[in-house]
């Protein structure tokens, strides 16, 4: 079963407006850390934001916050004013104690990514 | 500046020949990753080590190899094996393997097969 899951393939926004991108993922832990990656067309993987699962609040980090809905296991991220230098893949990835069930490890489960473009 | 360093940063091999995808990191950081990503696709684990002279396969180890002879450096064999190698490679570093800490990635190195 996919542990995460980005329903969007791809997205447009308008520069210096804000844009949500979906986030949901499966986990039967209750200890467990949810991340948003940036991938521009270099490559390179760059930390965004963490959102850890006994956090009370959602996690913000400059221009970016994370729509944490626990229930709904949930994790979508806000970028707010886009601009141009945002246009780029973006990951969701969980880590939790079940993704390598006797190994003890907690590694990351990427999903598929959402491609943004951000329009003049 | 502290970092992860992967090198090169673009690769060709020839059918039946094992490659070596170098993966350093000055971080002094004890848990180090391999990830493989196809067009389209997220990261997919190929490797990953929690300490020296130790590692664990992840979902797709076959057809690769690895070491961890010391902290810092975490090299990644494609052998002969491995029936479609295209893709794009990226290995990545955390602090502790927790379920709180964030990886570091490298800029990545993309195989041809050529």
């Known amino acids: 079963a996919q542990k995460i899951t980005q329903t969007q393939p791809g997205m447009f926004v308008q520069e210096k407006e804000a844009v949500t991108l979906d986030c949901t993922y499966d986990t039967s832990d209750p200890s467990y850390g949810l991340f948003w990656y940036k991938q521009p067309s270099s490559g390179e993987m760059i930390f965004l934001i963490y959102q850890g699962s006994y956090d009370q609040q959602n996690a913000t980090e400059g221009r970016y916050s994370l729509n944490f809905q626990k229930a709904r296991k949930s994790a979508n991220l806000v970028i707010s004013a886009s601009q141009l230098g945002d246009s780029a893949m973006y990951f969701c990835?969980?880590?939790?104690?079940?993704?390598?069930?006797?190994?003890?490890?907690?590694?990351?489960?990427f999903g598929k990514g959402t491609k943004l473009s951000v329009i003049p | 500046d502290g970092g992860i360093t992967q090198s090169p940063k673009y690769l060709f091999r020839k059918e039946g020949q094992n490659v070596t995808l170098s993966c350093e990191q000055n971080l002094n950081h004890d848990a180090m990753y391999w990830y493989r990503q196809d067009p389209g696709q997220g990261l997919r684990l190929i490797y990953y080590?929690?300490?020296?002279?130790?590692?664990q396969k992840g979902d797709i180890a076959e057809g690769y190899s690895v070491s961890r002879e010391k902290k810092e450096s975490f090299p990644l064999t494609v052998t002969s094996a491995q029936k479609n190698p295209t893709a794009f490679y990226l290995c990545?570093?955390?602090?502790?393997?927790?379920?709180?800490?964030?990886?570091?990635f490298g800029q990545g190195t993309r195989l041809t097969v050529v």
């Open positions: 990545a570093s955390a602090n502790r393997d927790r379920v709180n800490t964030e990886a570091f």
């Open positions: 990835a969980m880590r939790d104690p079940y993704a390598y069930s006797g190994a003890g490890s907690y590694q990351l489960t």
């Open positions: 080590s929690q300490i020296v002279n130790d590692f």
